[in-house]
């Protein structure tokens, strides 16, 4: 039986409803009190010890079911009860006729309507309020069950005083699991074991429902940690906006909403990044029809499987008592729990964890109908599977127009002066709504005076800190100290390097304003080869241009990525493309090749494994969004099917011999090195060194300095080149090495000549 999901508002005059029904439910105790006694089902009122025996007039009355001789002063006593009833009766439905007439609810009447109770079931429910909420009723249940101990509220009780004859059957079925009320946890069953049988098990409130029909309809406290309610009344601090290109998707999910909000269950996948705005397309959506969201942090759920089902029943619960949707965040948590250090159980299947996990939800979910919905980041989960209609959508995150749009809101809103180029933020950083709100904060927080004022400087710092990611377990940072003037190239690698920047920046330009993303995807990213000699200037190139774009690079760790077990390293890149994603940083694959090589003809499982790897690899960089550079001294050894769907590919060449003399210029150029002469042009024509090794003889020479506190000049810069070109395996003239210990120990006491 579906949930009703109505629309009819909850009235905050709860007191006067709930003392009319505490009251019709007295009269209604009383007159079968009354009742009972003339039929000898109770004692009677002269009775000293009541409780103590089953009276033989008791059994007689059970068994011959017919009416005794009249007892004048009992008839009497059952009149006035009757008068009494036919009285709360009227002012009952008086109440209920109001509460119709204005299209209102009171929070007790509403949970038959929201629950889709009977009418015994609301009785047994009501009955359970009252013994929580007013003290004679418990009383009235001791003594209409003839024992003293039992004031509490049973089925038997309810079989024996409030229904029709004959219904102890009907009435057993409700309490059953899948029954309204213990399926919605409207009602507690004692959890003490008991030989009395299941028509005598004491039947407690739930403190929520208590809480409710007592106007405090707020979300209920324990949910406070790991649940935030918006209603369809709450007002939005950000304005929501939708790129054209996305309509159609929204489209298709207000669609999906109006023909399932009511009826059959819908499931609805929200899959985009964090911050991208899912669960408010949602709440936009649902606004519609007059619901909110409660949005449920799935890391904080119980791992176990009976304690997540009675945490699921709990917001289940919730959530139609406050008329929103359920809106699970975090599924990938669920799927890969954390494991501690002394678990050696092994890998946790992610499929066999899904397969588990949706049979819980399905237990708890399904028989509800309406609308639940999933926001999950990673598009190649597993996701729960449910069997009702299931529709999935995509969030794209915002574009440049949005966010600039968005970046305006936030800056206007404060008392802020924007230094920075809010057209170069757009361009940049893709962020989220959520995540552009939090930048401008971090930016005034960072800032001083009364008067907050917001550089290019200050927001790309800001920006950093907006971005939660766990990248540094995968890869390190490097720093990005060069300038571009210390880049020593060709001409046209330097045009190559320029136009790779260019791409970045103006990609929105092309893909939104030129209207190519139809054609091309929204999320078209940018990866570029830089292949080479060592130390032509491949990984500094790769450090001026995450400079230049204003984002960090991180170069892969290989150690950390690649894993012996089966599917494994496929696993960790996957995470290290999500994690880059949303740090929204430049990926440095050092030495590519020994991660992109040529696939093999498969004659072993090593070898089908190992193209397995690359096979991930190739289609995992096509559909990163950022910006992915790649270094290798063998371009040969790559992938064709690979180099194929490169953006870029540079090639650094050998420095000539003008360019290695700027070289040794350029690391030469600190004022505070103490130098002596040098030829700078000698050294670029004789010695065919590359920058990283022309670094090595610089760094060699300098030491060598420093100890014998002399200056660098051409005759010691000879000799550091020298000994450089030798590690390399050349040949050299003469000993460099007994030359330079000759020109180190010349004239120092102790040391041999």
């Keep these: 039986m579906a949930i009703d999901h109505g629309e009819v508002p909850i009235t905050p005059g709860w007191e006067e409803t709930l003392r009319c029904e505490l009251d019709w439910l007295w009269a209604l105790l009383v007159l079968r009190y009354r009742q009972m006694q003339r039929l000898?089902?109770?004692?009677?009122p002269t009775e000293r010890f009541p409780g103590v025996t089953i009276?033989?007039?008791?059994?007689?009355?059970?068994?011959?079911?017919?009416?005794?001789?009249?007892?004048p002063a009992l008839t009497k006593l059952e009149q006035i009860a009757g008068d009494d009833m036919a009285q709360a009766t009227q002012k009952r439905q008086t109440l209920a006729a109001r509460f119709q007439k204005n299209r209102e609810l009171s929070p007790l009447g509403s949970l038959k309507k929201l629950f889709g109770l009977s009418d015994v079931e609301y009785l047994v429910l009501l009955t359970t309020i009252a013994f929580d909420i007013d003290p004679r009723f418990s009383r009235m249940f001791g003594y209409l069950q003839d024992h003293f101990e039992r004031q509490y509220p049973t089925l038997a009780l309810i079989s024996d005083c409030?229904?029709?004859?004959?219904?102890?059957?009907?009435l057993r079925r409700i309490l059953e699991i899948d029954a309204p009320l213990r399926r919605f946890a409207l009602i507690r069953l004692d959890p003490k074991p008991t030989s009395t049988g299941w028509m005598h098990t004491p039947l407690l409130p739930e403190p929520r429902i208590v809480r409710w029909v007592m106007g405090m309809t707020q979300l209920d406290s324990p949910f406070a940690p790991y649940v935030t309610m918006m209603r369809d009344t709450d007002p939005e601090d950000i304005p929501f906006v939708l790129d054209d290109s996305a309509k159609p998707e929204w489209e298709r999910l207000a669609q999906a909403v109006a023909t399932h909000h009511r009826g059959p269950?819908?499931?609805?996948?929200?899959?985009?990044?964090?911050?991208?705005?899912?669960?408010?397309?949602?709440r936009e959506t649902l606004r519609t029809f007059g619901k909110?969201?409660?949005r449920v942090a799935m890391d904080a759920l119980p791992q176990h499987k009976t304690e997540m089902i009675s945490a699921l029943r709990l917001l289940l619960r919730e959530a139609v008592l406050q008329r929103c949707v359920l809106v699970f965040d975090g599924w990938e948590d669920l799927l890969f729990p954390s494991v501690s250090a002394d678990d050696h159980s092994g890998p946790i299947d992610p499929f066999e964890r899904a397969l588990q996990l949706s049979r819980v939800f399905r237990e708890v979910l399904e028989p509800n109908g309406g609308v639940v919905a999933f926001v999950v980041n990673d598009s190649t989960a597993t996701l729960p599977m449910l069997s009702y209609h299931m529709c999935r959508f995509r969030v794209p995150a915002p574009s440049a127009q949005c966010q600039k749009v968005l970046w305006e809101y936030h800056v206007q809103s404060r008392n802020v002066t924007m230094l920075a180029d809010l057209d170069f933020a757009s361009t940049t950083y893709r962020l989220s709504p959520g995540r552009i709100g939090e930048a401008v904060t971090n930016a005034i927080g960072s800032g001083s005076g009364n008067q907050a004022e917001i550089s290019n400087t200050?927001?790309?710092?800001?920006?950093?800190?907006?971005?939660?990611?766990?990248?540094?377990?995968?890869?390190?940072?490097?720093?990005?100290?060069?300038?571009?003037?210390?880049?020593?190239?060709?001409?046209d690698v330097d045009l190559q390097l320029r136009e790779l920047i260019s791409r970045y920046r103006h990609r929105s330009t092309v893909l939104e304003t030129f209207g190519l993303s139809r054609r091309f995807g929204d999320d078209l990213g940018l990866s570029a080869l830089f292949d080479g000699p060592p130390g032509t200037g491949k990984t500094m190139s790769a450090s001026l241009v995450a400079k230049e774009l204003g984002l960090d690079l991180y170069q892969i760790d290989l150690s950390r990525i690649v894993d012996r077990y089966v599917g494994e390293t496929e696993k960790k890149l996957a995470r290290l493309f999500d994690e880059a994603e949303r740090a929204q940083a430049v990926l440095l694959f050092d030495e590519a090749d020994s991660l992109f090589s040529q696939r093999t003809k498969v004659q072993s499982s090593n070898d089908r494994y190992a193209n397995l790897e690359v096979n991930f690899l190739l289609q995992r960089i096509e559909r990163f969004s950022g910006v992915a550079i790649l270094t290798t001294n063998f371009a040969e050894s790559l992938d064709t099917a690979f180099t194929r769907r490169l953006s870029?590919?540079?090639?650094?060449?050998?420095?000539?011999?003008?360019?290695?003399s700027r070289l040794w210029r350029a690391m030469l150029s600190e004022p505070r090195i103490p130098k002596g002469k040098i030829d700078y042009d000698a050294l670029g024509d004789q010695f065919e060194l590359a920058g990283g090794h022309i670094r090595n003889a610089v760094l060699r020479a300098s030491f060598i300095a420093a100890e014998r506190k002399m200056p660098l000049d051409t005759r010691l810069l000879n000799l550091a080149a020298q000994i450089e070109l030798k590690e390399q395996g050349m040949l050299v003239t003469g000993s460099p090495i007994a030359e330079l210990w000759d020109m180190t120990t010349a004239g120092t006491p102790g040391k041999k000549a």
């Design 162 to 170: 409030l229904t029709p004859p004959q219904g102890a059957l009907s």
């Design 40 to 44: 000898h089902l109770l004692p009677p």
């Design 648 to 660: 870029l590919r540079i090639s650094f060449p050998k420095p000539d011999a003008k360019e290695r």
């Design 55 to 71: 009276p033989a007039a008791e059994m007689e009355g059970r068994i011959l079911a017919t009416d005794p001789d009249d007892d």
């Design 458 to 491: 200050t927001l790309s710092q800001a920006v950093r800190e907006t971005q939660r990611h766990r990248l540094g377990e995968l890869a390190t940072i490097l720093e990005r100290t060069y300038n571009w003037n210390d880049l020593v190239v060709p001409n």
């Design 265 to 282: 269950g819908l499931v609805v996948y929200l899959q985009g990044v964090v911050g991208s705005g899912r669960s408010r397309w949602l």
């Design 292 to 294: 909110g969201t409660l």
